[in-house]
Protein backbone atom coordinates (compact mmCIF):
# COMPACT_ATOMS: atom_id res chain seq x y z
CA UNK A 1 0.00 0.00 0.00
CA UNK A 2 1.23 3.67 -0.86
CA UNK A 3 2.41 5.62 1.88
CA UNK A 4 0.70 8.70 0.60
CA UNK A 5 -3.53 7.63 0.78
CA UNK A 6 -5.99 9.65 0.86
CA UNK A 7 -10.15 9.29 1.25
CA UNK A 8 -11.30 8.49 -2.38
CA UNK A 9 -7.42 7.07 -3.69
CA UNK A 10 -6.97 3.78 -4.58
CA UNK A 11 -4.42 1.42 -4.78
CA UNK A 12 -3.69 -2.84 -5.42
CA UNK A 13 -2.52 -4.96 -3.04
CA UNK A 14 0.69 -6.31 -3.84
CA UNK A 15 3.71 -8.58 -2.27
CA UNK A 16 0.95 -10.73 0.14
CA UNK A 17 1.37 -12.74 3.57
CA UNK A 18 -1.66 -13.83 4.98
CA UNK A 19 0.38 -14.13 8.76
CA UNK A 20 0.90 -11.99 11.48
CA UNK A 21 2.92 -12.47 15.13
CA UNK A 22 1.09 -12.43 18.43
CA UNK A 23 3.24 -10.81 21.31
CA UNK A 24 3.03 -11.32 25.28
CA UNK A 25 3.14 -7.78 25.39
CA UNK A 26 6.63 -8.10 27.12
CA UNK A 27 9.50 -5.38 26.57
CA UNK A 28 8.31 -1.64 26.30
CA UNK A 29 5.55 -2.21 24.79
CA UNK A 30 3.88 0.44 26.82
CA UNK A 31 -0.12 -0.09 27.17
CA UNK A 32 -0.40 -3.25 25.77
CA UNK A 33 -2.39 -5.96 27.79
CA UNK A 34 -1.33 -9.20 26.61
CA UNK A 35 -2.02 -11.51 24.66
CA UNK A 36 -3.70 -9.06 22.40
CA UNK A 37 -0.81 -7.62 20.94
CA UNK A 38 -0.67 -8.18 16.93
CA UNK A 39 1.47 -7.21 14.23
CA UNK A 40 2.60 -8.35 10.82
CA UNK A 41 5.27 -10.79 10.69
CA UNK A 42 8.66 -10.35 9.75
CA UNK A 43 9.60 -6.80 10.40
CA UNK A 44 9.62 -3.78 8.30
CA UNK A 45 6.39 -1.41 6.78
CA UNK A 46 4.41 -4.40 6.62
CA UNK A 47 0.32 -3.60 6.80
CA UNK A 48 -2.46 -5.78 8.24
CA UNK A 49 -5.58 -6.01 6.14
CA UNK A 50 -8.69 -7.39 7.76
CA UNK A 51 -11.32 -9.52 5.70
CA UNK A 52 -14.21 -9.51 8.02
CA UNK A 53 -16.60 -12.59 6.97
CA UNK A 54 -19.84 -9.87 7.58
CA UNK A 55 -20.06 -6.23 7.29
CA UNK A 56 -18.91 -4.00 10.16
CA UNK A 57 -19.97 -0.27 10.46
CA UNK A 58 -17.15 0.40 12.53
CA UNK A 59 -13.31 -0.72 13.72
CA UNK A 60 -10.66 0.69 16.50
CA UNK A 61 -8.45 -0.17 17.71
CA UNK A 62 -5.18 0.81 20.44
CA UNK A 63 -1.71 1.60 19.46
CA UNK A 64 1.17 -0.53 20.93
CA UNK A 65 2.68 3.00 22.20
CA UNK A 66 5.77 3.16 23.65
CA UNK A 67 6.13 6.88 24.70
CA UNK A 68 10.10 7.27 24.99
CA UNK A 69 10.61 6.80 21.28
CA UNK A 70 10.00 9.10 19.06
CA UNK A 71 6.56 8.83 17.22
CA UNK A 72 6.04 7.20 14.20
CA UNK A 73 2.81 7.62 11.94
CA UNK A 74 0.39 5.08 11.71
CA UNK A 75 -3.33 4.72 10.23
CA UNK A 76 -6.42 2.80 10.00
CA UNK A 77 -8.46 2.77 7.11
CA UNK A 78 -11.80 1.58 6.04
CA UNK A 79 -11.74 0.26 2.17
CA UNK A 80 -14.07 -0.99 -0.17
CA UNK A 81 -12.97 -3.70 -2.68
CA UNK A 82 -13.14 -2.86 -6.25
CA UNK A 83 -11.44 -5.98 -7.92
CA UNK A 84 -9.10 -8.74 -6.60
CA UNK A 85 -6.90 -7.40 -4.89
CA UNK A 86 -7.98 -3.76 -5.43
CA UNK A 87 -9.38 -1.14 -3.02
CA UNK A 88 -10.37 2.50 -2.38
CA UNK A 89 -9.83 4.15 0.69
CA UNK A 90 -13.18 5.30 2.26
CA UNK A 91 -12.11 6.70 5.50
CA UNK A 92 -8.80 7.08 7.13
CA UNK A 93 -7.97 7.62 11.05
CA UNK A 94 -4.41 8.78 12.01
CA UNK A 95 -1.93 8.92 15.16
CA UNK A 96 1.46 8.89 16.05
CA UNK A 97 2.63 6.04 17.80
CA UNK A 98 3.92 7.38 20.74
CA UNK A 99 1.02 8.88 22.39
CA UNK A 100 0.14 6.81 25.52
CA UNK A 101 -3.29 5.22 25.08
CA UNK A 102 -4.38 6.43 21.48
CA UNK A 103 -6.77 4.55 19.71
CA UNK A 104 -7.47 4.82 15.85
CA UNK A 105 -10.98 4.14 14.81
CA UNK A 106 -12.79 4.27 11.80
CA UNK A 107 -17.08 4.17 10.40
CA UNK A 108 -18.63 5.52 7.40
CA UNK A 109 -21.56 7.00 9.24
CA UNK A 110 -23.11 3.69 9.64
CA UNK A 111 -22.78 2.69 5.66
CA UNK A 112 -20.92 -1.09 6.42
CA UNK A 113 -17.76 -1.92 5.12
CA UNK A 114 -16.01 -6.00 4.46
CA UNK A 115 -12.21 -4.22 4.43
CA UNK A 116 -9.84 -2.45 6.35
CA UNK A 117 -6.22 -1.71 6.99
CA UNK A 118 -3.73 -1.21 9.82
CA UNK A 119 -0.90 0.64 7.88
CA UNK A 120 2.98 1.15 9.04
CA UNK A 121 4.96 4.12 7.41
CA UNK A 122 8.36 3.35 9.20
CA UNK A 123 8.63 0.00 10.83
CA UNK A 124 6.76 -2.64 12.89
CA UNK A 125 4.43 -1.11 14.84
CA UNK A 126 1.62 -3.55 16.67
CA UNK A 127 -2.12 -2.85 17.70
CA UNK A 128 -4.16 -4.56 20.99
CA UNK A 129 -7.96 -4.24 21.57
CA UNK A 130 -9.59 -4.55 18.10
CA UNK A 131 -13.35 -4.30 18.45
CA UNK A 132 -16.08 -3.76 15.53
CA UNK A 133 -19.42 -3.51 15.38
CA UNK A 134 -21.12 -6.09 12.95
CA UNK A 135 -24.15 -5.08 10.69
CA UNK A 136 -27.12 -6.98 11.90
CA UNK A 137 -28.72 -9.58 10.16
CA UNK A 138 -32.08 -8.46 8.62
CA UNK A 139 -33.75 -11.44 9.97
CA UNK A 140 -33.31 -10.24 13.93
CA UNK A 141 -34.91 -7.48 12.98
CA UNK A 142 -37.49 -9.31 11.67
CA UNK A 143 -37.99 -11.83 15.11
CA UNK A 144 -37.55 -8.59 17.03
CA UNK A 145 -40.61 -7.14 15.58
CA UNK A 146 -42.81 -10.68 15.76
CA UNK A 147 -42.10 -10.88 19.22
CA UNK A 148 -43.08 -7.21 20.32
CA UNK A 149 -46.83 -8.16 18.05
CA UNK A 150 -46.97 -11.62 19.90
CA UNK A 151 -46.36 -9.80 23.02
CA UNK A 152 -48.67 -6.86 22.14
CA UNK A 153 -51.28 -9.15 21.28
CA UNK A 154 -51.19 -10.99 24.48
CA UNK A 155 -51.23 -8.08 26.23
CA UNK A 156 -54.12 -6.97 24.31
CA UNK A 157 -56.24 -10.04 24.89
CA UNK A 158 -55.59 -10.37 28.83
CA UNK A 159 -57.11 -7.05 28.93
CA UNK A 160 -60.07 -7.50 27.20
CA UNK A 161 -60.62 -11.52 28.83
Known amino acids: MPDAVSVGSSFTQTNRDVTFVISAGEGGLGY ?60 IDSAQDNVAAATLSVSLGGMPFQWAAFQTTTETEGFDDLTFTVVPEPAVGGVVLYVIGVLACRSRGQRDG
Open 32 to 91: VSPPNFAAATGGGTKDVFFSFPVMVTSLSLRLDTAPETPGDLVRLLALKELGPGTFEVMS
